[in-house]
């Protein structure tokens, strides 16, 4: 298989998070890509025409996008510990905590796009004060259910964990430990599997 990839992407973080989680990583070709939402000079475009990453080639030769697609994909690759629970309220929980943990990624890297590619003086306050509120109460919320989280890992917990990881990576000033001490500890003990340790993000 072939990973179209940054390593400071958090999605395609969250996908070699799974990789590794599942014993598979040593089948992921990682192929970097330079991705930028104003030009479509990629490589990406071929296998995905959104031109976005991550982007997993198949052994088969199909491409597949996005990162739940391919984090459920992997996870249908191995019998070990699934990591998307098959049924039941667990499968809904994780299922909405990987979203939730992925709506902090699409805040946070909408900011980002805002402060690092817009040209400054057509930089747009109130669109940056919007997004970081989604990002501080979709933390907020994890803060409250933090004591809920499962005790085997899930694609809900590896979500969050990447969500917190790429806050750390891109918005090291925004100290979202200082008042979400459950989260934070949460974090400390998760970051340190194997999986989160190999895939420590890049810039
Ligand atoms: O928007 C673009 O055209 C290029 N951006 C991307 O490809 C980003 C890279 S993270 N990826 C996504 O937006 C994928 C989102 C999708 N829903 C998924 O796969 O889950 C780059 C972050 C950084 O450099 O800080």
New binding site residues.
Partial sequence: MRLHF?P????ARKVLVVAHEAGLEAHVETVPAA???VTTASDVVGDNPL????CLVTDEGEPL????VICEYLDSRHSGHKLYPHEGPTRWIALRREALA?GICDAS?LC?YETFLRPKDRLWQDWLDGQTQKVQRALDRLEEEVATFPILPDIGQIAVAVALGYRDF?FADDDWRAARPKLAAWHATFAERPSMQATVPV?
């Avoid at 031109?51 to 991550?54: R, W, Y």
């Avoid at 996008?65 to 739940?68: A, E, F, H, P």
Wanted: no cysteine.
């Fill in positions: 940054s400071a992407s958090p999605y991705v930028s939402p031109g976005k990453i991550p996008y996005d990162s739940r992925d890297i980002r891109r810039g």
